[in-house]
């Protein structure tokens, strides 16, 4: 029989919405779509305004012709607690056991206050130490709540939730296959940036900045004296071309992308001190941010490594009715990595 999971991206600008069937290996794209999210309604705790982004994910369903109910989605990387941390090599019982220990060091709730989940990522065997490195994710209890709530006022049926860079990582995992080495994935969101190292597919550092899109547009207001909404059309627009304008754009949104380029080369200095001067391979920007004109030559020049954007949908069978999304796949590599969970 054949499966279809919907993957829901809620970001504070929009919402994304891939659904794919799965059958063996064959995966196919069943529908694809965004909508904008209503204005400051997911940073609200107000039930009304709940209601509001359930609407316009119904709206974007019917638009999308989505035909499934069961739904996977992403919670924002920088409200959940992502770490990758090494713990001696023990027993499946001994690790559930130590885990509440080692996440009470690394955790800056209390405990009964978070839902918690880990899982191997590489056993003793793999690490070549007597060590094991486990991702541990502690999601707050209420902001959990929040999401559920969303999504049972849209009528749909949640089979899992994770944080936006594990979800992009699944998906880009196929696109990066041939790449021998580390890849760096950099979601570029609108109000945060996530990291994520891939060590032959599976995740072993992640870490979110509180600087995106937003904080590009920002900068040129305050220094372009330009109003917001001309400062998202320049930004669209110009990027961060050095050519364009007198190089005007570049050096007002500068600091910004000095503090993004800053924690990625932050990054990968951890990486290659960590596992023995091993080198990055590649750096893969997915997010609507990464978008931007002259955004992956700048990031080229800045790390000295190669940059290349997101495709969330290779390997995946799909209509030629869904090739406009080559231009935009970028930013469907969380709601894409939804849609592929294989639980």
Wanted: charged residues 20%; hydrophobic residues 45%.
């Amino acid at each position: 029989m054949v499966k279809s999971l919907l993957g829901l991206d809620i970001g504070s600008h929009s919402i994304k919405l891939i659904e794919i069937a799965s059958q063996g290996t064959l995966k196919t794209l069943l529908s694809a779509g965004s909508i904008p999210t209503p204005p400051k309604a997911l940073s609200s705790p107000i039930a009304a305004d709940q209601q509001s982004i359930a609407v316009a994910i119904r709206q974007l369903m019917k638009e999308a012709g989505v035909k499934t109910s069961s739904v996977a989605l992403a919670l924002p990387e920088s409200q959940v607690f992502t770490r990758v941390i090494e713990v001696p090599a023990l027993s499946t019982r001994e690790l559930s056991s130590a885990i509440n220990w080692e996440a009470e060091q690394y955790i800056p709730l209390p405990l009964d206050q978070v839902n918690l989940d880990y899982s191997i990522l590489r056993d003793a065997k793999e690490t070549g130490t007597d060590k094991m490195d486990v991702l541990l994710v502690a999601c707050p209890k209420i902001l959990l709540e929040k999401y559920l709530s969303i999504i049972e006022m849209a009528e749909l049926i949640p089979v899992a939730a994770e944080t936006e860079i594990i979800a992009a990582s699944r998906s880009l995992v196929s696109s990066v296959a041939n790449i021998k080495g580390a890849v760096l994935l950099a979601s570029l969101g609108a109000q945060t940036t996530d990291f994520a190292i891939l060590r032959g597919g599976v995740i072993a550092f992640t870490r979110s900045i509180a600087a995106g899109g937003e904080a590009l547009s920002r900068a040129l207001v305050s220094s372009l004296d330009f109003n917001t909404a001309q400062a998202e059309e320049f930004k669209r627009t110009y990027g961060v071309e050095q050519n364009k304008l007198q190089g005007k754009i570049v050096m007002a949104v500068k600091p910004i992308m000095d503090t993004i380029v800053g924690e990625m080369k932050r990054a990968i200095a951890f990486y290659t001190q960590k596992y023995n001067n091993e080198k990055i391979e590649v750096v893969v920007l997915s997010g609507g941010t990464a978008k931007l004109p002259g955004m992956v030559v700048y990031m080229a020049e800045n790390l000295g490594v190669e940059v290349q954007l997101a495709n969330p949908l290779v390997g995946i069978t799909r209509d030629q009715r869904f090739r406009v999304l080559d231009a935009e796949g970028t930013t469907f590599a969380v709601a894409a990595g939804l849609a592929l969970r294989q639980d």
